[in-house]
């Protein structure tokens, strides 16, 4: 993207500058993708840390205020908050500015704001895949979204304002997919919060005894355990009819891998073992980031 055409972002506001909005705003300017961000936020020691950093121009904790000269505004708090800080927002937004969102789950999210969207103003749901265990603005980094995934579920706007959300994310340097949002919490059940489920059950399995004899493959499947629960619960509960259907689909697999052990079936378990093997290394090695 060159530099002038980045300029046409605007003024983008961040509503919510912790891990992600911090890392946005980092990025944005970085990159010299606005001519100003606007960072609001209930905490003025987390605003004072996104101004220091240079994650944003101006800080407030008047939402109003903040909001009401964005051509973009980015909901960056929990996924429970999103709705409410939105319906903060909508009322002081200027016409033809564009809303969208950072949220794990988009279902639930998109309906209730979709209800309180008022003409002239767009949303569009987003879900950046990408962060870190690590929570809040001092683990901030401009480069957070570079070679991540960037999932846009929009359901009712203009090409142009889409084209605008898009253009964000792959400025940041994510690679943007369009999906429904029932279809992005299809997927991301599976491929998001399934994974933080299994890691957190695998540690607890483990005990606390054994921790200390643990290599570092433990060390990496592990990682996201340390996430924040309270972020987590919401996500997990947000989203929880997919949640139950990955967690059956995993049970079987566990199941048919018990009885493929129990009966001893060495053909059977170094098969599996090498589908899932080939499987991986298609993700390591990239072939499915086209």
Not at 75 to 97: D, N, Q
Not at 208 to 231: E, N, Q, V
Request: charged letters at 25%.
């Amino acid at each position: 993207m060159s530099r002038n055409t980045a300029k046409n972002l605007g003024t983008v506001s961040i509503i919510g500058p912790g891990l992600i909005g911090a890392s946005i705003g980092l990025g944005l300017k970085k990159n010299r993708l606005a001519k100003s961000v606007i960072g609001i936020g209930h905490r003025r020691v987390s605003l004072a840390r996104a101004l220091k950093m240079g994650a944003i121009d101006r800080a407030t904790q008047n939402i109003a205020k903040g909001v009401r000269d964005a051509d973009i505004v980015i909901l960056c708090t929990s996924v429970r908050l999103i709705p409410e800080m939105a319906a903060g927002a909508i009322p002081s937004m200027k016409r033809g500015a564009v809303l969208t969102d950072v949220g794990s789950t988009k279902g639930e999210i998109v309906a209730l704001i979709e209800e309180m969207k008022r003409e002239g103003i767009a949303f569009i749901g987003g879900h950046p895949v990408a962060g870190s265990e690590q929570r809040g603005v001092a683990a901030a980094r401009g480069d957070l979204f570079k070679g991540s995934v960037c999932i846009l579920t929009p359901t009712d706007c203009k090409v142009q304002e889409l084209r605008k959300v898009k253009s964000l994310w792959r400025g940041l340097g994510a690679r943007v997919r369009v999906m429904s949002p029932e279809e992005h919490d299809r997927t991301l059940a599976v491929t998001s919060h399934l994974p933080l489920l299994l890691a957190a059950s695998l540690v607890k399995t483990v005990g606390k005894g054994k921790l200390p004899y643990c290599g570092p493959g433990l060390c990496d499947m592990t990682r996201i355990a340390s996430s924040d629960p309270a972020l987590w619960c919401d996500i997990l509960l947000q989203n929880r009819r997919e949640v139950l259907s990955a967690l059956a689909v995993f049970q079987k697999e566990l199941d048919s891998l018990k009885s493929t052990i129990d009966g001893r079936w060495s053909r059977i378990l170094s098969s599996r073992l090498m589908r899932a093997k080939r499987l991986r290394d298609t993700i390591v090695n990239g072939s499915n980031k086209s």
